[in-house]
C-alpha cells in the first residue's frame, strides 16, 4: 500500500473543515457550480441501468465530443454521489464538467431511490445494495465496449466504489478507482454523526426522511415509515430499517455489512486511490491505518479538505476534482503500458 500527502494549502477560511464541507451547498456557490457544469447537463442522456435481480438503476451520460466514434479510444467515468445525494449534486457536477472538458465521457449514477427514482423499484435503498451497482458498472462496460472505465465516488458513494473495486465481478474493463472522503467504518462515521455539530445530523435526517416519504409515495399501500420517521434519531431510524427492511439480524451487522476496514479490500482488482481529510467532521482519517494492504492501493491524506470539500476558489474545480483528474490518467498510462505488453 502506497501512502501519500496532498499538497494543498487553502487560504484563509477555507481551512476550516466545517466551511469545507458546506461550502458547494451553499448558494450562490452551487449556483455558480451548476453554471460551469451548463455543457454536462445540456448533453446529458438519461440511461436506465438493467443492474440484474430486476432492479433498475437511473444515470446521465454525457459524451465527449473529441472522442466521438472511436470506441477503442474512449474513457469513461463512472460518478457516484453520497448518501441522500444525487447525480445533480454540486461535488458530481463539478467534477463531471472538468473530466467532460478533457476528453472523458461522464456517466452520473444515482444510487436506488436517490434523485427522483423511487419508483424505479419496490423496495428501499440501503447501504448494503453493492450487488446492483456492479450491475451498473457492468451494463456500463457493456453498454461501451473497448473502452476503458474510471470509477469515482464521494462519501458513501466511495465506500460503494470501493467495494465495487475488492468485488470478483470487477467488469475487466474498470482501469482504476478513486474514493474521496469515503466511509471506511460506518459505525464509527455514525457515532462522529451524532457527537458532532448538529447542522450535519439536522441535514442528513431532514433529506433521509423526505426520501423515505417520497418512496412512500410512489408506492402507496407497499411501504409505512410513519413509524420509523417519529423516532427523529439517526441511530434508531437506521435501526428500524434494518429490523424492517433488511435480513441483517442486528444494526452492528448491517454496519459492519459495508464497512471497507479490516480485510474488505484485500482483494482490489483494479488501482485504487483513496483521499481523506484530517479534519473532515464525518470520517475520520486515523481509521486509513484499518485498510487491508495491498499493492492495489495508494493512500493520501490532506491537512485540510473537510468532507468531499477541497475547494479551491468560490466555484473552481476543486482539489479533490484535480487529483481524481490526475490519478484517472495516471490510470490510463498504466492502462495503456499494460496493453502494450
Not at 463531471?96 to 472523458?104: D, K, N, Q, T, V
Amino acid at each position: 500500500m502506497a501512502a501519500g500527502a496532498l499538497k494543498y494549502q487553502p487560504p484563509g477560511l477555507l481551512r476550516s473543515g466545517h466551511l469545507q464541507t458546506v461550502l458547494s451547498s451553499l448558494w450562490p456557490v452551487s449556483w455558480l457550480i451548476r453554471r460551469r457544469a451548463a455543457r454536462l447537463r445540456a448533453q446529458a442522456q438519461e440511461l436506465l441501468l438493467e443492474c440484474g435481480d430486476e432492479v433498475r438503476l437511473q444515470a446521465f451520460l454525457s459524451r465527449a465530443a473529441e472522442a466521438a466514434g472511436d470506441a477503442d479510444a474512449r474513457r469513461v467515468a463512472i460518478l457516484l454521489h453520497g448518501w441522500e445525494g444525487s447525480a445533480e449534486a454540486s461535488y458530481v457536477l463539478s467534477l463531471g464538467s472538468l473530466l467532460l472538458a478533457r476528453g472523458f465521457d461522464v456517466v452520473r449514477l444515482n444510487l436506488r431511490d436517490h434523485g427522483a427514482t423511487h419508483h424505479l423499484n419496490r423496495d428501499i435503498f440501503h447501504s448494503c445494495r453493492l450487488a446492483e451497482v456492479v450491475g451498473a458498472t457492468r451494463a456500463l462496460a457493456q453498454r461501451f465496449s473497448g473502452a476503458r472505465l474510471y470509477l469515482a465516488g464521494f462519501s458513501l458513494g466511495g465506500n460503494f466504489m470501493l467495494r465495487v473495486a475488492a468485488d470478483a465481478r470487477l467488469p475487466g474493463a474498470v482501469a482504476g478507482v478513486v474514493a474521496v472522503s469515503p466511509v471506511l467504518d460506518p459505525e464509527v462515521t455514525l457515532a462522529a454523526l451524532e457527537r458532532g455539530p448538529g447542522m450535519y445530523r439536522r441535514s442528513f435526517l431532514r433529506r433521509w426522511s423526505r426520501s423515505l416519504r417520497r418512496k412512500q409515495r410512489a408506492w402507496p399501500g407497499v411501504h409505512d415509515f410513519g413509524p420509523m420517521l417519529r423516532l427523529g434519531q439517526l441511530r434508531a431510524m437506521t435501526a428500524g430499517l434494518v429490523a424492517h427492511c433488511t435480513d441483517f439480524p442486528s444494526l452492528a451487522a448491517y454496519l459492519d455489512g459495508y464497512a471497507v476496514t479490516g480485510e474488505r479490500l484485500a482483494t482490489l482488482r483494479a488501482p485504487v486511490s483513496v483521499l481523506l481529510a484530517d479534519d473532515d467532521p464525518i470520517v475520520p482519517s486515523a481509521d486509513l491505518s484499518r485498510l487491508a494492504p495491498s499493492s492495489q492501493l495508494t493512500v493520501v491524506r490532506s491537512r485540510y479538505g473537510g468532507h468531499c470539500g477541497f475547494a479551491a476558489g468560490v466555484a473552481r474545480p476543486s482539489r479533490a476534482d484535480q487529483f481524481v483528474l490526475e490519478q484517472f490518467e495516471r490510470f490510463d498510462h498504466l492502462a495503456r503500458g499494460a496493453a502494450a505488453c
